[in-house]
């Protein structure tokens, strides 16, 4: 019933940035905790960062110190700033919803992201 929306992937240098944003649809968004995961050719998806409905953030060793995800309840985004960016972050990227009494998870369709010189 929750629907994803991702945006914000291309192109980037490396050490360049990008701002990656997810909108979730329904009247529900504060009570879902929300993350970012990528999944690299030939590799396994993987958490890049969350956020949950209090606010609180987690972020993969990979990327800490150079991401950040937040959220706006306002406007039921959530959003992952990715700075300094390396060729190694080159992936798709999939915005999650998880219903959080339920435990129940909803995926984007992803949006790519190319780190290359």
């Known amino acids: 019933q929750v629907q994803l929306v991702e945006s914000g992937g291309g192109l980037v240098q490396p050490g360049g940035s990008l701002r990656l944003s997810c909108v979730a649809s329904?009247?529900?968004?504060?009570?879902?905790?929300m993350g970012w995961y990528r999944q690299a050719p030939g590799k396994q998806r993987a958490l890049v960062a969350v956020?949950?409905?209090?606010?609180?953030?987690n972020y993969a060793d990979s990327v800490k110190g150079r991401f950040t995800i937040s959220r706006d309840n306002a406007k039921n985004t959530v959003y992952l700033q990715m700075n300094s960016l390396k060729p190694e972050d080159t992936a798709v990227y999939y915005c999650?919803?998880?219903?959080?009494?339920?435990?129940?998870?909803?995926w984007g369709k992803g949006t790519l992201v190319t780190v290359s010189s």
């Open positions: 999650n919803a998880r219903v959080v009494s339920t435990r129940t998870d909803y």
């Open positions: 956020i949950t409905n209090g606010g609180g953030t």
């Open positions: 329904g009247s529900i968004f504060s009570l879902l905790g």
